[in-house]
């Protein structure tokens, strides 16, 4: 696999995401022209990049076209519906075949350099430190349209000459209590409801936190400095979901008392993974791989 | 997961295909009321039993309706379109969603007994006798489509309550030289134009093969007697596909020459496997799992 120029057009599916809302501007200043893809253009015009880029209304499920592309054209592909509901069928049935067909359509039209976000729990039930090599074993419907989307893609690289990164994204800690559903975004809310309990579960479990910021640089970086590969998107530092709490409870300066063991645990987790991290913190390293 | 009553009514699909020829007669034999599905209904009219069973002319990968489906109706589903090109992309990008659909939809519908043929390919470059326990490694467009439905289905499992059975068929040795693409079917067309050659690779692999006929014998005692889980439909016994070869000139007594080594083996298959037998050889026998 020779390795494409790296481009500096750039199509951004999911762009008004949690995570695209972040990485845009980050390739705006970095000189890309951006094609942002997004389901919802009235929402998209509340940003404050709106008119930076060029916004293409679209439903991925339905279409490509009307996306301007060539081999000079980068992909990062944000886009997925159906969260949080894990245990859905319609990730399977629906979410696999239009993303394959969607980003297929993409590379049989000219595309060669594709990054595409994907997810921590494609390892499935392995606990401890987790290297992007290891072999997935997913075990719930997104875990497995995930997984299986990146190796139909790697099987249609027999087909086409093109660069894939696959971004396995650890757990999002959004500070700002953004559009995301992590544990942090509950306790926002929690805490300016003014509740005086936030029920939670255990809290024991460790896992892999990083700010949504992180998330976004970290995929700007394996965008510009690395190879083909799978990449885990990652502190690399484990942390108990308990403590995770409680420091951002002492940052808010709130008195919420946390309920520990309200909610089980979830039963398609691991208790303790954390992941090895890939990318590096500073522009212009590239692991060895 | 509950055992549904063994139905009296079976749809099959792939009705008119060399297994699908020679299960028909078995399951009428043995009480059943058979909808068979083909997409060729003028070609299926040659069939001897074509009057004996409600004949469905209907293209899997558009359609399930105008088959008669409920929680009575046994499914066995055998087409697939598309082989031996087994590196294509159609098995991915078109077959794998199209038969999930059509067996989703079936299911839906209510049918609650289903067994799919999946292939011995699934397994990968795994070496000596394999397990259907065994993990699979698939390495081909085909074997990861098959492998992947197989993997979908039992997804679908946590949605709704139907038994699988999965059947891992090895590789058929068609005596009579039908519509097959084994070895013994291009041996015979060769026999049979009077060539002086039969170009062929080195041979030495070792194979396990059955004939069609035992394939759908065995298919019939899983369909009966067997409960949901993945089974091996093989021989057991290991072969190299010269001696195969070999014993066929014999029972044709032909004097062509085997050309051994004129192909190269195959980059995607093992040197050397066979099945461990999950189907016993008579009726009524459950293997303990």
Redesign the interface.
């Known amino acids: 696999m020779s390795k494409a120029p790296t481009p500096k057009k750039v199509i951004i599916t999911g762009a008004s995401g949690a995570i695209g809302q972040n990485l845009v501007p980050i390739m705006l200043s970095n000189g890309y022209e951006v094609q942002a893809v997004t389901r919802d253009l009235e929402n998209a015009r509340n940003l404050k990049w709106f008119k930076d880029v060029n916004f293409v209304q679209m439903d991925i499920n339905q279409t490509s076209d009307g996306l301007d592309v060539n081999s000079e054209t980068g992909i990062i592909h944000l886009a997925w519906q159906g969260l949080p509901n894990y245990?859905s069928?319609f990730h399977?049935?629906s979410n696999?075949?239009s993303n394959?067909?969607f980003l297929?359509a993409l590379i049989e039209r000219g595309a060669r350099h594709v990054l595409v976000s994907g997810t921590c729990a494609e390892y499935g039930m392995q606990c401890g430190k987790i290297k992007s090599s290891a072999p997935t074993h997913p075990n719930t419907?997104y875990a497995?349209a995930k997984d299986?989307l990146h190796?139909?893609l790697r099987?249609?690289q027999?087909?086409h000459d093109f660069i894939l990164k696959w971004a396995r994204i650890f757990y999002i800690y959004d500070q700002v209590g953004r559009r995301t559903n992590s544990i942090i975004s509950q306790l926002n809310k929690a805490i300016d409801s003014k509740e005086e309990d936030f029920n939670m579960s255990g809290g024991e479990q460790l896992r892999d936190y990083l700010t949504v910021e992180e998330v976004a640089q970290q995929l700007f970086y394996l965008f510009e400095d690395y190879h083909d590969g799978a990449f885990n998107i990652c502190s690399g530092e484990p942390i108990s979901i308990r403590r995770l709490v409680e420091n951002h409870i002492k940052k808010r300066k709130s008195n919420i008392r946390i309920n520990l063991g309200f909610y089980p645990y979830p039963d398609y987790e691991p208790m303790a993974f954390w992941g090895e991290r890939d990318v590096s913190k500073s522009k212009g390293q590239q692991s060895s791989s």
Request: charged share 20%.
């Open positions: 245990k069928e399977i049935g696999l075949p394959y067909n297929k419907q497995y299986s190796k139909q099987f249609l027999q087909q």
